[in-house]
């Protein structure tokens, strides 16, 4: 057992990319190495919740990017708090075991309001003209003043869209040794990003994905040497876990153009073009990677059935998911479409509805994260020149979210110690089992 645990959670690392990260390599030689399976959907804010309550989705009701709150007809990307999360997390349960067991978060993306000791995560201000102010969530509150006179505001261009870089992912780490000198928090979860950009840019082998491995690397060195002089005599246990692997696509689907060209998905014409109206639609889909939640005003079984038909044996689509068969990858929860749809390894599906690019709404140019009812990976590849994103999802050409069959679609768990783990295939959900039994839980 450790008095000390600190897990470096990594989109996107898979076994064989540890070979070019001399750091991790380093850090992780005399320890245990296991394929690490990433729960459906293998996208960010399921999997950290299901690393972090060692539960599904179907308990913890974290189904995918953003919520459809079916009773108030609205779409939510990216801003929820961690209430939405319905299981205990690793620091609740640690506090119940030992009110003096500390934890400390940085970054995961539900962290707001969490029971963790110690926080941090991106929370911009929206100012009424619609402009952006940088601030931090930070518990306590006053942690950002400090972290923010050391090392400058949260670099939040950087983190997401056509600038992310390195410089967001160091931010992080220099921010987190400051708080593990600080505070020395037992346990340390440290969300790492930076492998996410390039890789679904420009794909998982490209040659700025394999340039991204170095630059982690020297992060994860400098942020090993910090925590280790932070933590003193006290050496702690370091886990670096995959959150999934982002594999090459070479196809795009579009679930809610099939839907309209089917007549049950309806819009409204606007001054900017035509937006989705989730109210008059009799289907529409949440678009998130290579899945979608396709939400229907009826939920009787023929009609479930003949929407589903609009899927099955479309070209990209690999499963087509009604009824009982979301208990298949722990999805059977209240928050869930009707449907399901789950990618082909190779392809990925985009959100757009419209027809005519001349009709598709303002927003769709824009990297706007919060305002698309899905997610918008082409936001990567704005364009500079004409100060707008490209509706052309082709150009993305690695994605993630898929459920993890085959072996180059599974991440990897690593430790810095012998004996943590059995180096056999483990789900992710065995990571909360993992960290509590080091403080004997």
Known sequence: MSEYVVVLSIPGLRAKDVEHMPHLAALTAGGDSAPFVADFPAVTWPVQASMLTGK?????????????????????????????????????IL????????????????SK?????????????????????????????SFYGEL??????FPLKHFWGPL??????????DTAIHAARRHQPNFFFIYLPHLDYAAQKDGPDSPRAQAALGELDNAIGRLVAGCNEAYAEHSPLWLAASEYVITEVDHVAYPNRLLRDAGFLKVKQQDDGEH????????????????????????????????ANVFRGAEGMDEVLVGDDLAKYGLNHQRSGEIVLVSSPRSWQAYYWWLDDAQAPAFSRTVDIHRKPGYDPVELHFDFASKS?????????????????????????????????????????DLADIVLRQFGI
């Open 164 to 173: 992310a870089s390195i410089a967001s992912t160091d931010w992080i780490v």
């Open 56 to 92: 599904q989705p179907a308990v913890h009701g974290v189904t995918a990017n953003g919520f459809y709150w079916r009773e108030k007809h609205e779409v939510e990307m990216w801003t929820a708090w961690n209430e939405v999360i319905q299981a205990p997390q690793i620091w609740d």
């Open 389 to 429: 994103t490209p509706l052309d999802a082709s150009l993305v050409k690695g994605s993630h979210g898929a459920p993890p069959r085959e072996e180059y679609q599974r991440g990897v768990l690593l430790s810095s110690q012998k004996g943590v783990f059995a180096e056999t295939p483990l789900p992710q959900t």
């Open 276 to 307: 989705l109206d989730c109210v008059g639609s009799e289907a529409w889909a949440l678009v998130d990677h290579q899945f979608s939640h396709v939400y229907l005003q009826n939920a009787e079984k023929q009609f479930v059935d003949r929407v």
């Open 148 to 153: 923010r006179d050391a090392y400058g505001h």
């Open 113 to 141: 309001g969490c029971g963790a000791d110690y926080i941090c995560m991106p929370a911009p201000v929206h100012n009424p003209d619609g402009s952006e102010s940088l601030w931090c969530y930070t518990k306590p509150e």
């Open 95 to 110: 506090h119940a075991h030992d009110a003096s067991l500390t934890s400390a978060v940085w970054f995961p993306m539900l």
